[in-house]
């Protein structure tokens, strides 16, 4: 799960256009962020669909599997980190 995220926060930092301007110290939206119905953008930000987890296709049970045995090993780690911590 984790280097999914990591992979996701890449592609956001690596994001060149104006949509995600908005993400900035001073909490401003500048006028270029601002999406307006119509108006066609240089440099739409588009997400990738490998990063849309919420949902499966019907019948892709390998990628389940894939996500169950990294949020599996995830939990582990988590568990040994506890453990480790509460050794100290």
């Known amino acids: 799960m984790i280097h999914r995220f990591d992979a996701w926060i890449k592609t956001i930092d690596t994001y ?3 949509d995600l301007l908005y993400f900035n110290p001073k909490g401003t939206i500048p006028d270029v962020a601002v999406i307006q119905k119509g108006v066609k953008r240089e440099n739409p930000f588009r997400e990738k669909k490998k990063f849309n987890t919420t949902g ?3 019948g892709d049970t390998e990628a ?3 996500l169950q045995e990294e949020d599996e090993e995830e939990a582990l780690d988590d568990k040994h980190e506890l453990t480790e911590e509460e050794d100290l």
């Open 16 to 18: 060149s256009g104006s």
């Open 56 to 58: 499966f296709l019907r």
């Open 64 to 66: 389940k599997a894939r």
